[in-house]
């Protein structure tokens, strides 16, 4: 029998913060600055849809004015593909509009996208390959969980968003060093896979909530 413990952290930095030290991280490690870059264009989304699941209003307008302060400094525009920043400005009028009619399940599905678009579309993705993949490890546990979170759940779209992402997995475990950690994220994939194929809801939420609290481990140990 496998006994799972999980739990979700969330994350205290603020992105506000994040922004006005990009410039003199840029002075000193170049790397580091293309994971703040990173961060800002993805954090308020991971917040949000955190903040959505709990129904916190507060915590939402807050992620929201982060996002309008990004795009307002031009973050997204300088970090995203050319292509991908049109994209993205009908996508934030989207969740504008659900968050002014409290559409909390509907917030946290699209905000856990948009996180997943702004993952795919970072223009300096191939500089730090095994980190955009943890970060779609990190999208999974954010859309299975809003997915859960419908009053429908679409459990073809749960199944096809696990195996996505273990596709994705699969391509960054020969970097894992921790073979405990490879052997976990194996179990996890198959839970929920399995999960969602007998639509146990509660089994996979749990899952899910592990997958976030296992990527902050992975991150600390790659």
């Known amino acids: 029998m496998i006994f799972i413990f999980s739990c979700q952290q969330k994350k205290s930095d603020s992105t506000q913060s994040e922004l006005s030290s990009i ?19 993805l954090s308020p989304f ?15 307008l807050e992620s929201m004015s982060k996002i309008e302060d990004a795009a307002s400094k031009g973050f ?3 970090n995203l593909t050319a292509e991908s920043v049109k994209l993205l400005n009908p996508k934030i009028e989207i969740l504008k509009e659900l968050i ?13 996208e948009i996180f997943d678009f702004n993952i795919s579309n970072f223009a300096d993705g191939n500089k730090i390959e095994s980190q955009i993949k943890i970060e779609h ?10 997915l859960l979170n419908q009053d429908k759940i679409d459990w073809g779209k749960v199944k ?27 179990y996890l994939f198959e839970g929920l896979l399995l999960s969602a194929e ?3 809801a509660k089994i996979c939420g749990i899952l899910a909530n592990m997958d976030l609290t296992l990527v902050d481990v992975l991150e600390k140990s790659m």
């Open 23 to 41: 410039d003199s991280e840029a002075k000193t490690d170049p790397n580091e600055t293309v994971f703040g870059n990173l961060d800002v264009i």
């Open 46 to 60: 991971e917040d949000m849809t955190e903040f959505a699941l709990e129904k916190n209003r507060n915590g939402i």
């Open 76 to 78: 997204f525009e300088q």
């Open 100 to 112: 002014s009619k409290n559409n909390y399940s509907q917030i946290a599905l699209v905000s856990a």
């Open 137 to 146: 490890l990190d999208y999974m546990g954010f859309k299975v969980s809003a």
């Open 160 to 186: 096809q968003t696990v195996e996505d992402t273990k596709g994705i997995w699969l391509t960054l475990s020969p970097k894992v060093k921790d073979g405990n950690l490879k052997g976990t994220f194996d």
């Open 198 to 200: 007998n639509k146990e």
